[in-house]
């Protein structure tokens, strides 16, 4: 069974930076697509990036173009996602998500997830 544990969440300042991980276990992480999904209080699991096993591609949300950039380790069995230029609409929870198929990842439901590592952003 394939298990995910976030790390790297925190309090941080508006224009800040922070790097979550997701360690995977369980399976050879580069089997499967990775992505990283956020949830703000009283809204839903929303999508932000996504990269395939093998690394060679990337998408992410509109929303954080150009901010955030995922990346992968493959011998590390862990996906990363930098986050640069934070603002407090990036408040949120973070979940990490493993998929099989590069073309469920983006959903919010289906896959393995992790329990979520908390980001807060201050004005």
């Not at 995910?4 to 997701?22: K, M, N, P, T, Y």
């Not at 408040?91 to 807060?120: D, L």
């Amino acid at each position: 069974q394939v298990q995910l544990a976030e790390s790297g969440g925190g309090l941080v300042q508006a224009g800040d930076s922070l790097r979550l991980s997701c360690v995977v276990s369980g399976r050879t992480a580069g089997y499967y697509a990775m992505g990283w999904f956020r949830q703000a209080p009283g809204k839903e699991r929303d999508f932000v990036a996504a990269i395939t096993g093998s690394g060679g591609n990337t998408d992410y949300a509109d929303s954080v173009k150009g901010r955030f950039t995922i990346s992968r380790d493959n011998v590390k069995n862990t996906v990363y996602l930098q986050m640069n230029s934070l603002k407090p609409e990036d408040t949120a929870v973070y979940y990490c998500k493993a998929s099989p198929s590069w073309n469920s990842i983006k959903a919010n439901r289906g896959g393995y997830w992790g329990q979520g590592t908390q980001v807060t952003v201050s004005s």
